[in-house]
């Protein structure tokens, strides 16, 4: 039976989440990871499938699409085939302004790729972003998720370790502040030194740190994710010192993290969802202060461990003893300033 929904008025601004259709795609090669057999409960995750999540009773007036190669451009320059994803995700949000669909406005904001090794050259991409986003186009993200053990990211392994260091990526970095763009920043916990260096590099560009940096419990990290997080937490405190960088608290549903709660059968309650994450959420709040720091559903990704409307609920337990103002931030206002949404 569905939770009942908790705060059902409170305003949501959900920050990050996909649409994709993978229906045709080829099984990847190898042992399948626990990633893939979660995804795979949603092959295919487009608007009506969003609109059927939203529509579980939370108050979701505004959503953010964040960019997960889908909808690439078949041909055409190989930097440019991202834009696609754009044009596509900027059509989805204007049949949501048309109010058809309800009141939500789905996509308000988007988030794409662009390869930013490609240094200055990147400008043209970023600039064909813009105007394919009619107006909702807010940054780009460049994920260095990346570890040596095979068994941690499984097919998400795909970047060479170091990624934000290089020169050629801080060169086509250095183009995001002056086109008025954010970066949304995903890696895994032993990694955030490196998101730290760049937010103190570029100071006057907004990171936004996905998924509260994403904790490992799998692979070698298997049975010492609490043994990591004094590691965690101290790296996270020094991110907090960079007033340019926000955090989205969610993604710990993902198989990575590795709780009790990913593919749990029967499924996981808000309750205890709440109480494996609340060490990770309250750390980050404490660091960053409500007003820097965003709930968000990961949705398609963290169904492997809850449905949209249990999801919400542990959050609203998390935020339980919070402020009016407080939690008015944490679900809406902090995604709307930092993503510029006019809602």
Request: glycine share 10%.
């Amino acid at each position: 039976m569905p939770e009942a929904i908790l705060d059902p008025a409170l305003p949501i601004v959900d920050p990050h989440h996909h649409l994709w259709d993978r229906r045709s795609a080829p099984a990847a090669p190898g042992p399948e990871h626990p990633f893939l057999t979660a995804i795979a409960r949603a092959r295919r995750y487009l608007l009506d499938d969003l609109l059927a999540d939203i529509g579980g009773g939370h108050n979701v007036i505004a959503t953010v699409f964040v960019e997960c190669r889908a909808f690439y451009r078949a041909d055409g320059p190989e930097p440019l085939r991202p834009v696609g994803e754009t044009e596509f995700v900027n059509g989805v949000a204007a049949m949501s302004a048309s109010g058809a669909y309800g009141p939500v406005r789905a996509c308000a904001g988007i988030v794409g790729h662009a390869d930013l090794l490609l240094g200055d050259a990147v400008a043209p991409v970023l600039e064909a972003h813009i105007l394919a986003g009619g107006g909702r186009f807010r940054g780009i993200r460049n994920s260095a998720s990346q570890d040596d053990d095979p068994g941690v990211l499984g097919p998400l392994n795909r970047v060479a370790a170091g990624l934000y260091h290089r020169p050629d990526f801080r060169e086509g970095f250095a183009r995001l502040a002056p086109l008025g763009l954010s970066f949304d920043a995903w890696l895994l916990e032993p990694q955030l030194p490196d998101v730290i260096a760049l937010a103190r590099a570029f100071p006057d560009t907004t990171i936004v740190l996905d998924h509260v940096g994403t904790p490992l419990g799998r692979g070698r990290y298997s049975g010492r994710r609490e043994e990591r997080f004094p590691v965690w937490r101290d790296n996270i405190r020094e991110l907090a010192r960079s007033p340019n960088v926000h955090v989205k608290l969610g993604g710990l549903a993902m198989a990575f993290c590795n709780f009790p709660s990913f593919l749990a059968e029967p499924r996981a309650s808000s309750e205890q969802l709440a109480a494996e994450w609340r060490p990770y959420v309250e750390t980050c709040i404490e660091a960053f202060g409500a007003d820097r720091c965003m709930f968000e559903s990961n949705f398609p990704v963290d169904m492997g461990s809850c449905d949209y409307t249990t999801l919400w609920n542990a959050f609203k337990r998390l935020a339980a003893g919070a402020s009016a103002e407080e939690k008015a931030g944490l679900f809406a206002g902090v995604a709307k300033r930092v993503y510029r949404l006019e809602i």
